[in-house]
């Protein structure tokens, strides 16, 4: 190896490896992307073997410095005191007693009437697919608008709610319930909703910390159910006050529920105080007062209060990966949809369908997503299988086009060149712009982009060989010594697709497959100028920019955006740094002059290619005191160009799901959960000795230790009802996931610094680890149930 492509391979893969390549005279070839050839594969197995034995010396010396010097120690429990002791008998032997009598009195217990019964209830997004015009229809299923008689309503409720349990002898009841049954279908049926509630928000303003501008807050439905409880329900139907309070209660809390969990009814139906409830006192046995109960209860939420929310309200969120639900009013969601659609096809966005006797895409739909005082077109297809393998193929052309001309470089690899221009620039004052493109996919320029597609392939071969490669990504575990087998086009013009820092090999060529270069350019054709959209039975053609939501959109907007910057920005490349991730742009530079041309540049935008950049988006320190930039989930200081990474202000009810998967037990889930990493967004650059100071890495870790413990916890309370029989599990899993996530940041401290003393290495261990348990005792110290196992710890 050359020297240049030898000093790489050290800042990748560590010293130990370059020299075991220069020993054994492994020559490997690299690309402007930061990936590694091997000869063939059986050198690439060899490397890999290599790699694999340094990470596994690697976690020999942490082992090492776990068993030198632990920096947590149980306390003592056998060194009581006499009077200790006896205390600790007393309470075990008062715990014995309670357990006794809790397994004898199971049975007088009402939840013992309830077992198995499916007393879970949820509430579903309403569908965001265009258009669903329809305001405050009643569906067929509602009891309360299709029943003619009190009686009716009793009956459905008896044989269509919890249909396992069959109760044969309720008529007793039925002269006492009916009339409270027909009086609440009455008020139903008088009781003008929609009128109530635009008097309840008739003052109703925007909130700057709202996800939307149309979002109705919380307090405002809690509001109007209050009001519907008030008006509408009898007070008869719960016996007193104190328990249609309870229900009240319940709804409120079933409204801020996380759209993945499901609302548990079973701790309400207990709560109650069913000897006030007077329709129930005619039924012969307790267990069938209680049954009957329960179904009442699941009715009246799933068939009363839950139904009135989705007639009344658009159920959605602003994204699929936050979990908090988004109330929008019916009325007004259908004029968010009508001036959607209007604007697309006035603006030629939206045009009428032309028949062709080629291929054409598959037809689609929009699915509109709440966004600020806009929404977010996402758009749905279903390709068949055939459909499917042409536009993968499509995908791997245009993502090697793209990284061949514009490269594919990080942000951890941008900020190195930004930190080597901080200590040569002569200035000390730094200036940073960032903003994000307005309406990215929409804004594009069809003809521009598919003329950008043909320029990019003009010096290809008209006939292209897609080979195969083994590869090896230097981030899998050590335990996978499997190679990867992938499907590149081979061509001297073309880059593979692969990250910076991977190893691969190329296969033999008797089994490539030749692809025309002209029927690649023909799929794209269409896939830019003929996609087809379905709204209502109307079907149109995107007639501007790219629809966002299909495998093509992203490397598209790539394309087309590289293009203009690089087109457009030259200038300011000579005096600075310009990274971009998506539509998400930033600007550093030492001289001011360029900073003030830069800002300029992106308020007036690029008429040309149709590129505008979000005003209200676009932040700056030229000529205000601010000290910090964010980007792409980073805040980065303007003074010291230290990063940090930014953590989201929603609750951690609605970002800490866990989807119980192939047939996992839910213990194997809530660890696999707990140990995750990437949420706390320790990448390499944050902990970068050469990007933050010791101080502001302390302030990082700490800052992720009181997450992970937060998380946690949030974990804890939706996973498991019955913390006390899982309490002693759940916290071995805390303990084992403390020492693996302090592995993990070590290892990559070691990145940093492979000549780092063992002595240093068993310091950073034991504070990386006493952060992690102060936060948890921190955060747990309220929970009475985690509170003991928590203080038989102690920290040197």
């Excluded at 939840?111 to 067929?140: C, E, G, M, R, W």
């Excluded at 830019?528 to 992203?554: A, D, E, N």
Aim: net charge positive; charged share 25%.
């Amino acid at each position: 190896m050359d020297k240049r492509t030898s000093k790489s391979v050290k800042q990748a893969f560590g010293t130990n490896f370059q020299q075991y390549c220069e020993r054994h005279k492994i020559i490997l070839k690299q690309d402007k992307c930061g990936t590694y050839m091997a000869p063939n594969a059986d050198v690439l197995t060899e490397c890999i073997d290599v790699l694999d034995h340094i990470k596994l010396q690697i976690n020999k010396r942490l082992r090492k410095i776990e068993r030198l010097k632990p920096p947590l120690k149980p306390k003592d429990n056998k060194n009581y005191s006499n009077k200790e002791n006896k205390e600790h008998k007393k309470r075990l032997h008062k715990q014995k007693e309670e357990h006794v009598f809790r397994k004898k009195s199971k049975d007088m217990l009402p939840n013992a009437f309830f077992i198995d019964l499916s007393l879970q209830i949820y509430v579903y997004d309403t569908s965001p697919i265009v258009p669903s015009y329809t305001i405050h229809t009643a569906p067929k299923d509602y009891i309360l608008n299709t029943a003619k008689t009190g009686n009716e309503i009793y009956e459905f409720i008896i044989q269509n709610v919890l249909k396992k349990v069959n109760i044969s002898n309720y008529e007793s009841s039925v002269p006492f319930i009916v009339p409270l049954l027909q009086q609440l279908q009455k008020r139903h049926k008088n009781f003008h909703y929609n009128r109530v509630f635009k008097q309840l928000t008739q003052d109703l303003k925007f909130n700057e910390k709202s996800n939307c501008i149309h979002e109705i807050p919380i307090k405002h439905l809690r509001s109007f159910f209050n009001f519907i409880f008030a008006n509408v329900v009898p007070l008869g139907l719960f016996g007193k006050l104190t328990n249609l309070k309870k229900v009240r209660k319940a709804m409120s809390h079933l409204l801020i529920t996380p759209r993945f969990k499901s609302f548990d009814l079973l701790p309400l139906i207990l709560k109650l105080d069913i000897s006030s409830i007077a329709w129930l006192k005619n039924l012969q046995t307790l267990k069938t007062q209680w049954l009957v109960l329960a179904k009442f209860i699941k009715w009246f939420f799933t068939g009363f209060l839950i139904k009135i929310l989705c007639i009344q309200f658009h159920v959605t969120t602003v994204s699929t990966r936050n979990y908090q639900r988004l109330y929008i009013t019916r009325s007004n969601w259908c004029s968010v949809q009508r001036q959607f659609i209007k604007k697309k096809i006035l603006s030629n966005a939206l045009q009428p369908e032309v028949k062709y006797k080629q291929w054409t895409p598959p037809i689609g739909t929009f699915m509109l997503r709440p966004k600020g005082s806009s929404v977010r077109p996402i758009f749905l297809s279903k390709y068949k299988e055939k459909d499917k393998s042409d536009i993968r193929i499509v995908f791997k052309f245009l993502k090697q086009l793209q990284i061949t001309e514009y490269g594919e470089t990080s942000f951890q690899e941008k900020w190195k060149s930004v930190m080597k221009l901080k200590h040569t620039s002569k200035t000390k004052k730094f200036y940073l712009i960032s903003s994000d493109v307005k309406d990215a996919f929409g804004s594009i320029i069809q003809g521009h982009l598919y003329n950008i597609i043909r320029s990019l392939s003009k010096n290809l071969p008209k006939v292209l060989l897609i080979s195969t490669y083994a590869v090896k990504s230097a981030g899998k575990s050590i335990d996978n010594n499997t190679l990867c087998y992938k499907e590149y086009f081979s061509n001297g013009n073309l880059q593979l697709p692969l990250s910076a820092g991977t190893l691969y090999a190329r296969t033999s060529h008797s089994n490539s497959l030749r692809m025309q270069k002209r029927w690649l350019l023909q799929r794209i054709r269409k896939y830019i100028f003929h996609q087809r959209v379905q709204v209502g039975k109307q079907t149109y053609i995107i007639g501007k920019g790219v629809v966002q939501g299909t495998m093509l959109s992203p490397i598209l907007s790539e394309i087309y955006y590289n293009f203009v910057l690089q087109k457009q920005m030259t200038l300011f490349t000579n005096r600075g740094e310009i990274i971009r991730y998506v539509d998400d742009i930033l600007y550093i530079t030492d001289n001011e002059v360029f900073a003030k041309q830069f800002l300029q540049f992106v308020q007036e935008g690029i008429p040309q290619y149709n590129c505008y950049f979000k005003k209200l988006k676009t932040q700056s320190n030229i000529a205000n005191s601010t000290n910090t930039i964010t980007y792409i989930g980073y805040n980065i200081n303007c003074d010291t160009l230290e990063v940090e990474p930014k953590y989201t202000n929603t609750r951690l009810q609605y970002i800490a799901r866990l989807s119980i998967k192939n047939n996992l037990t839910v213990m194997k889930c809530f660890e696999k959960r707990v140990c995750s990493m990437p949420c706390l967004k320790l990448s390499k650059v944050v902990l970068d000795s050469h990007v933050n100071t010791k101080k502001t890495v302390t302030k990082i870790l700490q800052q992720a230790c009181l997450l992970q413990a937060k998380r946690t916890q949030a974990l804890r309370r939706q996973l498991f009802n019955d913390v006390q029989q899982n309490a002693r599990r759940i916290f071995i899993i805390i303990k084992n996931s403390n020492i693996k996530i302090t592995k993990y940041i070590l290892k990559i401290l070691l990145t940093f610094h492979e000549k780092m003393w063992q002595s240093t290495q068993r310091i950073w261990y034991k504070k990386i680890l006493k952060m992690l348990w102060v936060s948890y005792k921190n955060i747990f110290k309220k929970d009475k149930m985690f509170k003991k196992y928590f203080q038989k710890i102690y920290i040197q």
